[in-house]
């Protein structure tokens, strides 16, 4: 079987080569970043929103356990089902156990990156139930039968007429350019699935212990009908997603619109506090929610990464990362993708298997610079190579750094170093960009300068010789 | 005063004319320039790698041979992030952890020394040309030098400063560079055709391996566009 690594490459060296890819992106992205900026300058003071939404996210983190019972203990103060997850498999466990009580046949659920993180979908599918995605982009790829491309676009990478093509084929709607009329089409599609489903799973922005309740975000109102509509309502939420209070809503709120999509405010914000009680109108009688784990302890647990949990998913860092602008969503084979995905897939599914995502960086910080929760990010790269390097490094990479060392250190040597490669550099054309070449990497689309005749040093100690 | 001038080893070995313009400015601002033949190299391959035991072996010798100098002028601002900010880092619990911080206080990449420290914004050059900016990612992001070049080159007399539409990595990040080379060219690309679109005649850097990066796949491919450092910006009359 092909490593992950390996895979990653081969993505990687196919889709740098798609021009139409590149531009798509770019150009999506590039109008994201004008609509942020915008926004983002109706701020007095970036910098200390910024700091204040670390700080806040700090302060849950710090006193997670009783931060987590305190939601735990509002929330079934109202008479909703609180569950915890250790690990994925648990809390699909736990989902399938709820729909079968229910005697469900068909689920409709909302945009959750915590659900592809466990597989949810296949799980539920193998078990024999329908599952539908409410949120457009995420319905799309759905039809398409892959992953998400983007923690919050889910379809970026697709234009107008592909999902034209998709829909005529998938849901027979005529061919159209317009995107009213394909959100339309999808929407005829969706509304008979929210009526006729049993349970509605969604996921969650955050969660609110002071007053026990989860709070979601989005533009298109499918949430809202996935909570409303059916009779028991499922969210499945990441155990770092809770805040101590109601009033920190009013910074990320906006924050995580803002660096999400540009957008002041998100459309849609509700906060779900319990099932229906007595005398409401609304509500889905049934309410759970799971409390997942699946390995952010162990991001909780490692000191230098533990701001790792501060994340927000607001994708910003993927926005503006120049390898995720290149190589896209999907090539990076991890629920979530781009710089925090490379953080803490190693976290999540183990260090030697995707560790080769730490290195597939420049390390040029931008992700770090965006972050608006100030997630120390390309340092965690950095970090992640070490502790890689440390638990298995490669012979060869060793040694050819040992032998830098041994050289570099001392003068004599380094000056012989040179003289060789200036010879050697002779003959270089005859094996450029070749096999043989051992510049090869750099060499087959990049043109490597020579060895100066006179190097620097040289320079100086023929200056320092005729100064005397 | 008494300037430590450090010359990285890829620019030493390919780029020696970077050196020899930033000699040529310190001294004629009437600084006296050392060079230790045996600071060769901080480290940053292997640190960057995750190697940091093979990296302190080449780092320590270079914190010994620069600890003692009034004031340490580096001649990149990936190798001025690696001293400045991860030295102390990766000296954290040896022996060198005071030395390594005391060192990284005295460190400056060159255009930050010339505009910060010594607060100079003409040295009397001359370059008539269209030229723009590409801030390398470790001066801009670890070291915060945002200003200090372009401030330099806007009293250039005829150069004409314009800004690329992006501050966007190009794509060089060392060892990424060889165990990523697709990924890495095609970062080169966008940010080719970013620099392109100013119509300037030059990109300017104060990393030579940007530099390299971007001549690299300007001459493997063929374009008008040249690459120069900012030393020899400035040097120029």
């Not at chain 1, 889709?15 to 770019?26: F, G, P, W, Y």
Request: hydrophobic share 40%.
């Amino acid at each position: 079987m092909k490593t992950p690594a390996r895979e990653f490459k081969e993505r990687a060296a196919e889709i740098t080569r798609d021009l139409r890819h590149r531009k798509l992106i770019n150009t999506a992205l590039r109008n994201y970043e004008g609509v942020r900026d915008r926004t983002r300058s109706a701020y007095r003071d970036w910098p200390a929103a910024r700091r204040a939404a670390a700080d806040a996210k700090r302060e849950a983190l710090g006193g997670l356990d009783r931060c987590l019972e305190e939601l735990t203990r509002r929330l079934e103060g109202r008479g909703t089902k609180v569950h915890w997850a250790g690990n994925g498999r648990q809390a699909c466990d736990l989902v399938l156990q709820i729909v079968k009580d229910k005697a469900a046949r068909s689920i409709i659920k909302s945009k959750s990156m915590t659900s592809e993180e466990i597989h949810l979908n296949e799980a539920l599918a193998r078990a024999g139930f329908e599952v539908i995605e409410s949120d457009l982009g995420e319905f799309i790829v759905q039809l398409r039968h892959e992953p998400p491309y983007h923690i919050v676009f889910p379809a970026m990478h697709l234009t107008r007429g592909e999902i034209s093509d998709l829909f005529a084929r998938e849901l027979g709607s005529a061919p159209t350019r317009n995107p009213e009329d394909l959100t339309m089409a999808a929407r005829r599609a969706l509304r008979e699935k929210y009526l006729t489903a049993d349970v509605g799973l969604t996921g969650a922005n955050f969660a609110i212990a002071e007053t026990g309740m989860v709070s979601i975000t989005e533009n298109e109102g499918n949430a809202r009908l996935t909570g409303a509509l059916p009779k028991t309502m499922i969210t499945l939420l990441g155990i770092e997603k809770v805040l101590w209070r109601l009033e920190d809503l009013a910074l990320f709120l906006p924050m995580l619109a803002t660096m999400g999509t540009g957008q002041p405010l998100t459309s849609y914000n509700t906060l779900y506090g319990g099932p229906r009680q007595p005398g409401e109108s609304d509500g889905p009688a049934e309410f759970h929610v799971i409390l997942l784990d699946n390995g952010r302890t162990r991001i909780l647990a490692d000191p230098e990464q533990r701001d790792a949990l501060q994340c927000i998913r607001c994708g910003a860092c993927l926005n503006v990362c120049p390898i995720y602008r290149n190589v896209g969503g999907h090539t990076y084979g991890t629920t979530y993708s781009g710089p925090i995905g490379s953080v803490i897939t190693p976290h999540f599914r183990g260090l030697q298997d995707w560790k080769h995502l730490s290195y597939a960086s420049s390390l040029c910080g931008a992700c770090t610079e965006v972050c608006p929760v100030m997630i120390d990010l390309h340092h965690h790269l950095l970090q992640n190579r070490r502790n890689a390097a440390r638990g298995k490094p490669s012979k060869l990479e060793r040694l050819a750094f040992k032998l830098f060392a041994a050289i570099i250190n001392r003068p004599w040597l380094y000056q012989l170093a040179k003289r060789m490669g200036r010879t050697g550099q002779r003959f270089h054309p005859l094996i450029k960009g070749g096999r043989l070449d051992p510049a090869r990497a750099w060499t087959r689309t990049r043109e490597l300068p020579p060895i100066a005749r006179e190097s620097f040093k040289e320079y100086w100690r023929r200056r320092e010789r005729r100064g005397r | 005063m008494k300037i430590t001038l450090f010359i990285p080893c890829f620019v030493d070995l390919m780029f020696p004319q970077v050196g020899i313009a930033m000699v040529k400015i310190l001294e004629r601002l009437g600084h006296g320039v050392e060079c230790p033949e045996e600071a060769a190299c901080c480290g940053q391959p292997a640190f960057n790698s995750g190697y940091w035991d093979e990296a302190r072996e080449v780092a320590v010798h270079t914190l010994e041979r620069l600890r003692h100098a009034e004031v340490v002028v580096i001649a990149s601002g990936s190798c001025g992030a690696m001293m400045r900010v991860f030295f102390p880092e990766l000296f954290r619990g040896t022996p060198q952890e005071a030395a390594a911080k005391e060192l990284a206080g005295k460190c400056y990449e060159f255009s930050d020394f010339l505009a910060r420290k010594l607060g100079i914004t003409d040295l009397g050059a001359r370059f008539p040309a269209r030229v723009t900016y590409h801030d390398g990612c470790h001066g801009l992001r670890e070291l915060k030098i945002h200003d200090q070049p372009r401030v330099l080159l806007r009293h250039v007399r005829g150069l004409e400063l314009v800004e690329m539409s992006d501050k966007v990595c190009c794509g060089f990040g060392g060892t990424f560079a060889a165990k990523f080379p697709l990924i890495s060219t095609a970062m080169a690309e966008v940010k080719c055709a970013q620099a392109e679109e100013t119509g300037a005649d030059y990109i300017v850097s104060s990393d030579s391996s940007c530099l390299m990066q971007i001549q690299g796949l300007i001459d493997k491919r063929g374009g008008k566009l040249k690459t120069i450092h900012l030393a020899e910006v400035l040097a120029a009359s």
